[in-house]
């Protein structure tokens, strides 16, 4: 029973060993079976599929489930939460030139390699637009969540997936990428009962820091000297890039670093990654994040001011109130609300909202004080950047990002990609 993942349900793992993986693709290759080449957002979504980061999901969804997600934030079957659709789109004239019909079982490839089969079951239509106020609570497309959504094909394909040639990660990310149960495996090793998520798509300043010794500290107060039973992971968002972003290669050796250096002891710290493209969906994110983490196996998640949000559009602390509109016992993981964290020139420390009485003097983390310190390149106090950490994105800027930290042009062209698929 240890595998037991979002939905109370075992972890879906489809994916076949090499000598199955190689007879199937004979046998669709003689059958003459339809072939489809995805995109790298879809790609993304098999893998995360068949590994069952998205368990109980074993498939793109059915016209019921995106339903189910957007009226209800329920799959299909009316119980299981599920809070944004997992779609694969197709263009109407790549349905009517392949001749995919339903029940066909079509191969997928990626940058031409054999990839995953796929069990057409539902081909459908949607709403973007209904699906856009839903799950994003607005039509505008400057939000990029509902921008991804207008960007799909007209017609969506349902199914159940499994992956024939498993992605070679590349590095740095290698060994950062753990599926859901060889994450669990990781947690049983080093003896972990307590996992404490904290989501990030930054690179760690000690507001980051303070947060997750914050959560620590309320989730495991007793936590025995000797022998800890639990820790925090860090498990970073890898997935398509914004203006502005972090690189990826920072994002993750840097908060690695935080181990390294012993800013937190490394028998209670973990840094590893999932793919997956943010959508920005705020409190709907936010419940995707609890889903996630609950198949890794982690037993709480943080979740801070304006979680997953994006500009104006979620009120700071709507992502901490949805979870009190979800069913009791529907989660297995239990939410860490955090308050905002910021520096105090008066308590000369990083401390909390719920703490400082000093809010007027409060210097935030904001976004444009980090990066202006990033791009200036001096290094700042240690008491706002761990001087190792710092130097590390300057590294990483040179190293992984043509120069710059944050995500340019020239990085989108020419970074090494995340994954690839090679020949089967
Ligand atoms: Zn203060």
């Given at each position: 029973m240890e595998n037991i993942g979002h939905g109370g349900k075992e972890i879906v793992e489809r994916v076949l060993p090499k000598d199955a993986a190689l007879k199937r693709l004979n046998e669709l290759k003689a059958a003459k079976a339809k072939v489809l080449d995805v995109r790298l957002q879809i790609a993304t979504e098999v893998i995360d599929i068949a590994y069952g980061f998205f368990s109980p999901l074993e498939g793109f969804m059915t016209k019921a489930d995106v339903e189910g997600v957007c009226n209800n934030m329920t799959l299909a079957d009316g119980k299981t939460v599920w809070s944004i659709p997992i779609v694969f789109d197709i263009s109407d004239d790549e349905l009517k030139k392949s001749g995919i019909k339903q029940y066909d079982e079509i191969l997928l490839t990626y940058t031409g390699n054999p990839f995953a089969i796929f069990d057409v079951t539902d081909i459908f239509t949607l709403d973007k637009k209904e699906i856009a106020m839903k799950v994003y609570g607005t039509t505008e497309d400057k939000h990029p969540g509902v921008k991804r959504t207008y960007q799909y094909q007209d017609k969506f394909l349902g199914g159940k997936i499994t992956l024939i040639n498993p992605p070679?990660?590349?590095?740095?990310?290698?060994?950062?990428?753990?599926?859901?149960?060889?994450?669990?495996?990781?947690?049983?090793?080093?003896?972990?009962?307590?996992?404490?998520?904290?989501?990030?798509?930054?690179?760690?300043?000690?507001?980051?820091?303070?947060?997750?010794?914050?959560?620590?500290?309320?989730?495991?107060?007793?936590?025995?000297?000797?022998?800890?039973?639990?820790?925090?992971?860090?498990?970073?968002?890898?997935?398509?890039?914004?203006?502005?972003?972090?690189?990826?290669?920072?994002?993750?050796?840097?908060?690695?670093?935080?181990?390294?250096?012993?800013?937190?002891?490394?028998?209670?710290?973990?840094?590893?990654?999932?793919?997956?493209?943010?959508?920005?969906?705020?409190?709907?994110?936010?419940?995707?994040?609890?889903?996630?983490?609950?198949?890794?196996g982690c037993t709480h998640h943080m979740f801070g001011r304006d979680h997953a949000g994006v500009g104006s559009y979620y009120d700071p602390y709507d992502a901490h109130r949805i979870f009190n509109t979800l069913p009791k016992g529907s989660l297995n993981i239990t939410p860490i609300f955090n308050l905002d964290w910021w520096f105090c020139p008066v308590c000369d420390e990083v401390t909390y909202m719920g703490l400082c009485g000093h809010k007027d003097k409060k210097a935030s983390f904001s976004g444009t004080m980090i990066r202006s310190i990033i791009q200036d390149g001096v290094k700042p106090p240690r008491r706002i950047f761990r001087p190792e950490v710092f130097d590390l994105i300057m590294e990483c800027a040179e190293k992984y990002g043509f120069g710059d930290a944050f995500v340019t042009e020239d990085y989108l062209k020419r970074r090494n990609p995340v994954f690839t698929i090679e020949p089967l």
């Open positions: 070679k990660i590349n590095e740095p990310f290698t060994r950062f990428w753990l599926t859901p149960k060889q994450m669990r495996e990781k947690f049983k090793e080093k003896g972990w009962e307590m996992i404490i998520n904290h989501q990030t798509r930054n690179v760690p300043h000690t507001g980051h820091e303070w947060l997750m010794k914050g959560a620590y500290l309320g989730a495991y107060g007793s936590m025995m000297v000797d022998k800890p039973r639990g820790g925090i992971l860090v498990n970073a968002i890898i997935g398509s890039k914004r203006d502005g972003d972090y690189i990826d290669e920072a994002i993750i050796l840097c908060q690695e670093a935080q181990g390294k250096y012993g800013y937190f002891r490394e028998d209670t710290f973990l840094t590893t990654c999932s793919l997956w493209d943010m959508r920005y969906a705020g409190p709907r994110e936010a419940v995707f994040h609890a889903c996630l983490r609950t198949n890794l």
